[in-house]
C-alpha cells in the first residue's frame, strides 16, 4: 500500500527566513505533485516532477525529487506572508496512474 | 475556458439522506476522479471515470456511487448519509492518466 508521510505538519516561519518541507513515499511512483490549499479553498497546482532529479522553481518555492531516496522537498526562501497556506504532494498510486495519495499536508504560517 | 466547475458550492443535508454533486470537466478532458477531504486531512480518491466507467475506486463504501455521462461531465452520489460525510468533495479532470486539474469543491455538511 503506498504511504505518503509529510514532515513538518505544521511550520511557523518568519518572513524572510527559509524552511525544507519533506515528503516520504513509500514505493514507487511515477509522478510527484505539489498543491497549495488557502483555508476554504481547492488545490492550486504548484510543481509536477516526473524524474529522479527534476528540480523546479517557481518565486521562492523550489521542489526537487529523488526517486532513490522517495523523498521530495518543497524549499521556501526568504519567506513571505503571502505564503501561508497548506502544502500538500501526491504520488500516483503504483501501477495505477490517476489515483493520487496525498500527505496530511504542511499547514505553513509566515509571521513578520 | 472556464476549467473545471462543480456545483453546488455548499450543501447542508440531514443524516439518511440523498446528494448528488456535480462536476463538468476541463474542455478536452475525458476522464474524471473525485475526492473527498475532510476537515484538516489530505484529500482521499473516492473514484475515477473514463469513457462512463468507474475505472478505479478507493476504499468507500457502496454507499458512493457515481456515473459519467457522454460529454464527460460526471456526478457523485451518496446514499444513507452520515455525520462522518461531510467534508469537502473535489472533482479533477485530465485527459486518460495525464495531469489531473482540480474543481473548486462542494463542501458538504450533514447535520
Known amino acids: 500500500e503506498l504511504k505518503v508521510e509529510q514532515n513538518p505538519l505544521f511550520l511557523s516561519m518568519q518572513e524572510g527566513k527559509n524552511y525544507t518541507i519533506y515528503c516520504n513515499y513509500s514505493t514507487t511512483s511515477d509522478r510527484l505533485y505539489w498543491y497549495r490549499q488557502d483555508p476554504g479553498k481547492s488545490l492550486e497546482s504548484l510543481f509536477v516532477l516526473l524524474s529522479n532529479g527534476a528540480v523546479k522553481q517557481e518565486g521562492r518555492l523550489m521542489a526537487s525529487l529523488d526517486t532513490k531516496a522517495r523523498l521530495s522537498t518543497l524549499h521556501i526562501t526568504a519567506a513571505v506572508h503571502d505564503l501561508s497556506a497548506t502544502y500538500f504532494c501526491?504520488?500516483?498510486?503504483?501501477?495505477?496512474?490517476?489515483?493520487?495519495?496525498f500527505g496530511k499536508g504542511t499547514k505553513l504560517s509566515v509571521k513578520p | 475556458d472556464a476549467g473545471v466547475t462543480q456545483s453546488p458550492t455548499h450543501l447542508i443535508k440531514t443524516r439518511g439522506q440523498q446528494v448528488t454533486l456535480r462536476c463538468s470537466p476541463k474542455s478536452g478532458h475525458d476522464t474524471v476522479s473525485w475526492y473527498q477531504q475532510a476537515l484538516g486531512q489530505g484529500p482521499q480518491f473516492i473514484f475515477q471515470?473514463?469513457?462512463?466507467?468507474?475505472?478505479q475506486r478507493g476504499n468507500f463504501p457502496d454507499r458512493f456511487s457515481g456515473h459519467q455521462f457522454p460529454n464527460y461531465s460526471s456526478e457523485l452520489n451518496v446514499n444513507a448519509l452520515l455525520l462522518g460525510d461531510s467534508a469537502l468533495y473535489l472533482c479533477?479532470?485530465?485527459?486518460?492518466?495525464?495531469?489531473?486539474?482540480f474543481g473548486p469543491g462542494t463542501r458538504l455538511t450533514v447535520l
Open positions: 471515470y473514463y469513457e462512463e466507467e468507474e475505472r
Open positions: 501526491a504520488v500516483d498510486s503504483e501501477g495505477s496512474q490517476g489515483n493520487l495519495i
Open positions: 479533477a479532470s485530465g485527459e486518460d492518466y495525464n495531469e489531473q486539474f
